[in-house]
């Protein structure tokens, strides 16, 4: 068999994880977006290209070219309070990069990263069986795309993911995920404000990418959605309570909050998932999801490490 290749559309926080995940297992890892990422894909063993995902000839362009066999779409936008404000953009530009990658890649497994938000929070848990009914426009823009990619792509995957963190030091620019603004601000010493009516089972970007890079893999057929949150359910105060323990910093300096007092106003109250078939596909059975301590654990010494930044919470 052929060394794999591999496009990842979008190298932000994810499709970055991603490619680092995938470069060792060999073949061609190419990650592509509008703007030259930093730290540069070389610098890793990827490459990275040029691309206005929504652009349908220059996607047809790339594609000639590279003749990838898995795709990634991982593209954003992907900040929810951006597409509250801009929703037929965001509808727009995610539902154009679905529609291109399924006319044109055919042949490829294509795996689209999708979102806890087509769920509208009411339900505690949302395992793949609950119906979806969005409440957001960043919600509606991801269940377009992957309705759009499902219809034509008969061999995708849609994996909605929950609340993914990380490290991001002080270059990673403005929006930074909600462990990152947490985990700098407690080292400043600041008081960070955090919901206690936001629940999230948040999952550990290397778990993210396993899992996503399992599914890369595996040439069995796989049903066409999957969903991946962390172990833990945990209000967004009580996370951030977990990170100032690993970090050593004091409790008192989260201050708990309601939801609608803050930027997670139009977020689901319960962006929660769970999975009935994850633990029983073959790719992915042997893979354990990190709990937000155990993560917690993982990334404080990065942070620990690094330099601090006033960035600008994104998820
Ligand atoms: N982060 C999470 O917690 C989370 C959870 C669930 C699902 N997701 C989904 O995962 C995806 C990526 O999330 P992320 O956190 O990695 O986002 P991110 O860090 O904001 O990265 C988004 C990437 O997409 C690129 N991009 C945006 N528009 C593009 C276009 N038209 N053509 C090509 N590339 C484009 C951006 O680069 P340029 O601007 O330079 O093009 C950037 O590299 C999103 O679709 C999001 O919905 C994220």
């Not at 291109?100 to 689209?112: G, Q």
């Not at 991001?168 to 919901?195: I, Q, T």
């Not at 993982?298 to 998820?315: E, I, M, N, Y």
Request: net charge positive; aromatic share 4%.
């Amino acid at each position: 068999m052929s060394a794999p290749r591999t496009l990842v559309v979008g190298s932000g926080l994810i499709g970055a994880a991603l490619a680092r995940r995938l470069v060792p297992g060999g073949g061609a890892v190419t990650l592509a977006s509008r703007h030259r990422p930093a730290p540069a894909p070389q610098s890793y063993g990827a490459r990275w290209e040029a691309l206005d995902a929504t652009d349908a000839g220059a996607c047809a362009r790339l594609l000639a070219r590279l003749r990838p066999d898995r795709v990634v779409l991982v593209h954003g936008p992907s900040d929810a309070t951006w597409c509250e404000e801009h929703p037929s953009q965001a509808r727009a530009a995610h539902v154009a990069v679905a529609e291109n990658f399924t006319a044109l890649a055919r042949d490829a497994r294509i795996v689209l990263i999708s979102s806890d938000n087509v769920f509208d929070g009411a339900s505690a848990h949302n395992a793949e069986s609950v119906p979806v009914r969005p409440a957001n426009a960043y919600g509606r823009a991801k269940l377009a795309a992957e309705q759009a990619l499902l219809a034509g792509a008969p061999g995708a995957v849609a994996l909605r993911v929950s609340l993914v963190y990380g490290h991001e030091g002080a270059d990673a620019g403005k929006w930074l995920n909600f462990f990152a603004v947490c985990a700098h601000r407690l080292l400043r010493g600041e008081h960070v404000e955090a919901p206690d009516d936001h629940w999230t089972t948040p999952v550990v970007l290397p778990d993210v990418a396993e899992v996503t890079a399992a599914l890369l893999h595996t040439p069995d057929p796989l049903p066409p959605v999957l969903h991946l949150g962390g172990p833990d359910r945990v209000t967004r105060a009580e996370w951030a309570t977990v990170i100032a323990g690993a970090l050593g910093a004091p409790a008192g300096l989260v201050v708990p909050v309601p939801r609608a007092r803050t930027r997670y106003a139009s977020r689901p109250a319960n962006a929660c998932l769970t999975s009935e078939v994850l633990s029983t596909l073959p790719a992915t059975e042997k893979i354990t999801v990190r709990g937000v301590a155990e993560g917690a654990r993982l990334l404080a010494p990065a942070f620990t490490g690094s330099g601090t930044t006033r960035g600008t919470v994104r998820s």
